[in-house]
T-cell receptor, first 112, second 112 residues
C-alpha cells in the first residue's frame, strides 16, 4: 500500500491563479479530509468527506472547493489563490469516522 | 465545541531525561484524544490514542499518555529521551475520531 499520497510536494502560485492539490489513498477508506498547517496554529480542518459524493465544510473552508467522485481521490481546489492561503496542506483518510486518521506527506504552497 | 491547549511551544530535554509534554482539553462529552508526531518535512504519524478503553495509553517509540478526566489532561511522557525523539508533537481532540481539533504543537529538542 502506498497509503495517502499528495501531489505536488511544493507549488508556487501568483495571487489570483487557480490550482488543484491532489490527494489519493489506496486503503479503501471512506473518510477523507484536508487540513492546513500554519506556524503557531496547529492544523485546521478545511473540508472533509464521509464517502464518495458527500462533502462538508470544516473550520476554515473559505477559498477552497472539494469534490469526491471516487473513494480513492479527494482533490482540493483553490479557485483564486491569495497570499493568506500560503500554508502546508495535509490530506488524511480513515476507514470511518470512528477510526484513526492517516496523513499524507503534505503539499507546501506559496502564494505570492 | 472542543479545544486543546498545549503548554509550552518549545521543550528542551537532555538525552536520557524524562520527556513530559502537556495537553489539556475542553470537551462537553468524553472525547477521543490523540498524540501525533511530525518529523521535519514529513506528515503526521500517530503516536497513541485514547478511546475510553483504558486511562493509561501506551504508544509507539516508548511514549505513553494518561487520561485524567478530573484535570481534563492528556499529557505525553517518555521515561528516557533519545535524540531521535526530536520533532514536533501535536495533541488533538475529537468527538468522533475524525474532524480533529489540534493544539498548536510543542517542538521537542533533545540535547546531549
Amino acid at each position: 500500500n502506498a497509503g495517502v499520497t499528495q501531489t505536488p510536494k511544493f507549488q508556487v502560485l501568483k495571487t489570483g491563479q487557480s490550482m488543484t492539490l491532489q490527494c489519493a489513498q489506496d486503503m479503501n477508506h471512506e473518510y477523507m479530509s484536508w487540513y492546513r498547517q500554519d506556524p503557531g496554529m496547529g492544523l485546521r480542518l478545511i473540508h472533509y468527506s464521509v464517502g464518495a459524493g458527500i462533502t462538508d465544510q470544516g473550520e476554515v473552508p473559505n477559498g477552497y472547493n472539494v469534490s469526491r467522485s471516487t473513494t480513492e481521490d479527494f482533490p482540493l481546489r483553490l479557485l483564486s489563490a491569495a497570499p493568506s492561503q500560503t500554508s502546508v496542506y495535509f490530506c488524511a483518510s480513515s476507514r470511518g469516522t470512528q477510526e484513526t486518521q492517516y496523513f499524507g506527506p503534505g503539499t507546501r504552497l506559496l502564494v505570492l | 465545541a472542543q479545544s486543546v491547549t498545549q503548554l509550552g511551544s518549545h521543550v528542551s530535554v537532555s538525552e536520557g531525561a524524562l520527556v513530559l509534554l502537556r495537553c489539556n482539553y475542553s470537551s462537553s462529552v468524553p472525547p477521543y484524544l490523540f498524540w501525533y508526531v511530525q518529523y521535519p518535512n514529513q506528515g503526521l504519524q500517530l503516536l497513541l490514542k485514547y478511546t475510553s478503553a483504558a486511562t493509561l495509553v501506551k504508544g509507539i517509540n516508548g511514549f505513553e499518555a494518561e487520561f485524567k478526566k478530573s484535570e481534563t489532561s492528556f499529557h505525553l511522557t517518555k521515561p528516557s529521551a533519545h535524540m531521535s525523539d526530536a520533532a514536533e508533537y501535536f495533541c488533538a481532540v475529537s468527538l468522533t475520531a475524525s474532524k480533529l481539533t489540534f493544539g498548536t504543537g510543542t517542538r521537542l529538542q533533545v540535547t546531549l
